[in-house]
């Protein structure tokens, strides 16, 4: 699974055989913790992020959403940049 970007100790990942994967989707790792995200909502649809990493990634995505969802329909692998 490509990383996408780094930021903050959070890693974004993103699997790109979506017929296998549902609905379009990144995955966020941070130490321990691991969580899925809806691209289209930026809601955490799974896992166990904490609230205040939680947050930054969804600050993240809604600054990178298109390009995420861009990613997703064409399965074309680019590195995005973390948040300053």
């Known amino acids: 699974m490509p990383v996408i970007a780094r930021f903050y100790g959070i890693i974004i990942k993103m699997y790109f055989s979506q017929s296998e994967h549902g609905i379009p989707h990144f995955h966020a790792v941070y130490g321990e913790f691991n969580a899925v995200f809806d691209i289209e909502t930026l809601e955490m649809i799974e896992g166990d992020l904490p609230s205040r990493a939680q947050k930054l990634v969804i600050e993240w995505a809604a600054l990178y959403q298109q390009e995420l969802l ?7 692998y680019k590195r995005l940049p973390g948040l300053e």
């Not at 861009?70 to 074309?76: D, G, H, I, L, V």
């Open 70 to 76: 861009k990613m997703w329909q064409s399965s074309e």
